[in-house]
């Protein structure tokens, strides 16, 4: 069997079986040491703008100068998924 396919029974709608998405590679970038400080930095910025864990629907994120500003999450998030 080949190394990223899916194991499983699972087959409800966007189940990793039914749609054949291998999150593997995802979740061993997201440990790397750069990922967890980019993470590390966004939390700090909200828990100082006090947006952290209020449900208020804000975000913290990046320009592309670098700065941090507040933005909608949903805006921010949709921004930055991959394209298809």
Known sequence: MPKNTIKGKNTRPKSNKATGRDYSYDKEYQKTPARKKYRAEL???NRKAKTYGNKDGMDMSHTKSGKL????????RARNRGKK
């Open 43 to 45: 939390n700090k910025a």
């Open 69 to 76: 500003v507040k933005e909608k999450q949903s805006n921010n």
